[in-house]
């Protein structure tokens, strides 16, 4: 049919329907690849975008489309186009689609584009997704600054630690704990430990990625008094002091009559009285 219409009939590869969506892209939807092929091999623009701006290689990657991806690759489609989402290497990130996003690294794919200050890292990371986040580190992807750090805060907890994992793996610092951590993910410890050891890098720390560790420590150990105290740590120095306090009481359920918890607690309420005193000015 798609053959008559375009060899006998003449009709335009590129003609739009109501919804301003090409053939290109319903075949695309209808995951005809024999279709997809032909309208490319017989003029296809294979960078037209839709009515929302994006272009057939957004939504293949996006859907995890691999050999849609590749032959829009083959025809010269543009890596990079970019739309209000990004690239299709961050819609790629934020679908968790990696195979697509392995395709899109071979033909280098900008893994540093920058869209609203996020890189395609950031997705990644946001969504928990592990392998994409190893593909975009080993390409060369930056690995830091607070958008990583707001990407991790914000990425579901059964994902965080393995890509907080990744990210330390492949950047160098503390690769014992990391090292520790991919030989046993449950030891809750060595959670701890490097809940600690966040809290003691360059200025200041680390402490939201303290406090990453913490909630993995607290999930293998809830009964662990070091837990809530790791997590009391974190949250004092992220100026959270009523979770700082909450954490303290929990620690002091757990160990009760122990001077240097009684010590954190009273400073910690000391400085919760402070900042509330602040606020109310």
């Known amino acids: 049919m798609c053959a008559h219409l375009v060899e006998e009939l003449r009709m335009d590869v590129n003609a739009v329907d109501n919804g301003?969506?090409?053939?290109?892209?319903?075949?695309?939807?209808?995951?005809?690849?024999?279709?997809?092929?032909?309208?490319?091999?017989?003029?296809?623009?294979?960078?037209?975008?839709?009515?929302?701006?994006?272009?057939?290689?957004?939504?293949?990657?996006g859907?995890?489309?691999c050999e849609m991806v590749k032959l829009l690759l083959a025809r010269g489609a543009c890596t990079d186009p970019v739309t209000?989402?990004?690239?299709?290497?961050?819609?790629?990130?934020?679908?968790?689609?990696?195979?697509?996003?392995k395709i899109l690294l071979g033909h280098n794919a900008?893994?540093?584009?920058?869209?609203?200050?996020?890189?395609?890292?950031?997705?990644?990371?946001?969504?928990?997704?592990?392998?994409?986040?190893?593909?975009?580190?080993q390409a060369g992807g930056v690995a830091n600054g607070d958008f990583i750090l707001t990407a991790l805060a914000d990425a579901p907890s059964?994902?965080?630690?393995?890509?907080?994992?990744?990210?330390l793996g492949f950047g160098g610092e503390w690769h014992a704990r990391n090292d520790a951590l991919e030989l046993d993910p449950d030891?809750?410890?060595l959670f701890s430990n490097r809940s600690l050891c966040w809290l003691h890098i360059g200025k200041g720390g680390k402490p939201l990625l303290s406090l990453l560790d913490a909630y993995e420590c607290k999930k293998r150990r809830?009964?662990?008094?070091?837990?809530?105290?790791?997590?009391?740590?974190?949250?004092a120095l992220l100026k959270d002091?009523?979770?700082?306090?909450?954490?303290?009481?929990?620690?002091?359920?757990?160990?009760?009559?122990?001077?240097?918890?009684?010590?954190?607690?009273?400073?910690?309420?000391?400085?919760l009285k402070v900042s509330q005193s602040t606020k109310a000015q």
Request: aromatic share 8%; glycine share 8%; hydrophobic share 40%.
């Open 63 to 65: 859907s995890g489309y």
């Open 241 to 271: 002091y009523k979770g700082a306090c909450d954490a303290l009481l929990n620690v002091l359920k757990m160990d009760p009559g122990n001077a240097e918890i009684e010590d954190g607690l009273r400073k910690a309420m000391e400085s």
């Open 222 to 235: 809830p009964d662990w008094s070091k837990a809530f105290y790791r997590e009391s740590k974190a949250l």
């Open 110 to 137: 900008d893994y540093n584009k920058m869209i609203n200050g996020m890189t395609p890292l950031y997705f990644a990371i946001n969504v928990s997704s592990v392998k994409c986040a190893k593909l975009l580190i």
């Open 84 to 101: 209000c989402c990004g690239t299709p290497l961050h819609i790629a990130a934020t679908e968790g689609q990696d195979l697509a996003m």
């Open 158 to 167: 059964n994902g965080s630690a393995e890509c907080l994992n990744c990210l």
């Open 187 to 189: 030891d809750a410890t």
């Open 20 to 61: 301003g969506r090409t053939p290109l892209i319903h075949a695309m939807y209808g995951e005809k690849v024999s279709t997809f092929k032909y309208l490319l091999d017989h003029g296809a623009n294979p960078d037209r975008v839709d009515p929302n701006g994006f272009a057939p290689l957004h939504s293949a990657a």
